[in-house]
């Protein structure tokens, strides 16, 4: 059965910084891309960020660019994402997803996900 534990949210001044960790069980995890989301109260998935089985092939939201670097270590079954420079508006509960074969078609899509863990809160304040 596979299991998708995330870790690491909080509450941090807006400006601040925090890593999420994601780890995972029950799937070859260095066969799997994996991909973060996050879901405000009252609003859709959204994609934050993705990468291949590798690591080597990532893919961001526009929101994040340049702010969030998503990783992983394939040795320890964990993904990570580094948020810096976090914003009010990155409220939200992360999810970390293992994609399926139809990630590769488009990872910003939350139905090419095949599991998914139970989230973890990150609060920004102004």
């Known amino acids: 059965q596979v299991q998708l534990v995330e870790s690491g949210g909080g509450l941090v001044q807006a400006g601040g910084s925090l890593r999420l960790s994601c780890a995972a069980s029950g799937l070859t995890f260095s066969s799997s891309a994996m991909g973060w989301f996050r879901q405000a109260p009252g609003q859709e998935y959204e994609f934050v960020a993705a990468l291949d089985s590798s690591g080597f092939s990532t893919h961001y939201a526009d929101s994040v660019k340049g702010r969030f670097t998503i990783t992983r270590d394939n040795a320890k079954n964990t993904m990570y994402l580094q948020m810096h420079s976090l914003k009010p508006e990155d409220t939200a509960a992360h999810y970390c997803?293992?994609?399926?074969?139809?990630?590769?078609?488009?990872?910003?899509?939350?139905?090419?996900?095949?599991?998914w863990g139970q989230g973890t809160q990150v609060t920004v304040s102004s």
């Open positions: 997803a293992a994609g399926g074969l139809s990630y590769y078609r488009d990872p910003t899509i939350p139905n090419n996900y095949n599991d």
